[in-house]
């Protein structure tokens, strides 16, 4: 017994007070951190235009317990979102417990209205309906026709007509022996007379 106390594997323990390396890893780039860096660290671009165009892009958006935020134009604020995290909101929207196999547009205003925001909503929204194998099998099938439609101006209808000339027929008052018929294709009125 004692020689299975020794043999325990607490001493095999590694020793918790030594400093291990670690590796730091940073977040990589995406388009907030020009944002963030501006609104936090006040650090500007090198380009002066692309100076500008931050500054007036910046206007849009606020920092409000650590996560980036854009002030949407009627609603409340929308959470930015990195483009990894956006392909898993348009999954978790368009695969949830309600299946709405919407179209891009439609899926883009849910993202919207369900409180995100990226750049390129729309974009990635339409490819993605694109790519989902549900959303192309019960997508709206268009029933129109694959060119434009041509208008026609609206006396011509009224301008197409058939005559037909039937005769010769037994002779009749006034050496009438012919019977000219007129017919108008849109209104399907006919006229008849008589000629000698």
């Known amino acids: 017994m004692a020689s299975r106390l020794k043999e325990h594997p ?3 323990l590694p020793n918790l007070k030594e400093p291990k390396e670690v590796m730091d890893v940073k977040p990589a780039d995406s388009w907030m951190t020009p944002i963030i860096r501006y609104l936090e660290h006040d650090k500007l671009l090198a380009d002066k235009n692309e100076a500008r165009r931050l500054r007036a892009k910046v206007v849009r ?14 609603g409340p604020y929308l959470k930015c979102t990195s483009l990894e995290e956006a392909k898993y909101v348009l999954t978790e929207l368009q695969e949830s ?24 909503i729309r974009t990635n929204s339409k490819s993605y309906v694109k790519k989902c194998n549900s959303c192309q ?3 709206h099938v268009s029933h129109l026709l694959p060119e434009r439609l ?14 037909d000339i039937v005769g010769k027929l037994p002779t009749a008052s006034e050496q009438r022996v012919f019977i000219l018929a ?8 006919i006229e008849a007379e008589t000629l000698a």
């Open 150 to 163: 041509k208008s026609t101006l609206t006396p011509w209808p009224f301008m197409k007509c058939g005559m």
């Open 10 to 12: 607490t001493s095999k």
């Open 97 to 120: 417990e309600y299946e709405n196999y919407a179209g891009g547009h439609s899926l883009a205003r849910w993202v919207i209205t369900a409180g995100y925001y990226w750049p390129t």
């Open 137 to 139: 099998r019960f997508a």
């Open 61 to 74: 958006f606020t920092i409000y317990l650590g996560q980036l935020l854009r002030k949407s134009f009627s």
């Open 182 to 189: 007129v017919t108008d294709y849109f209104t399907k009125w």
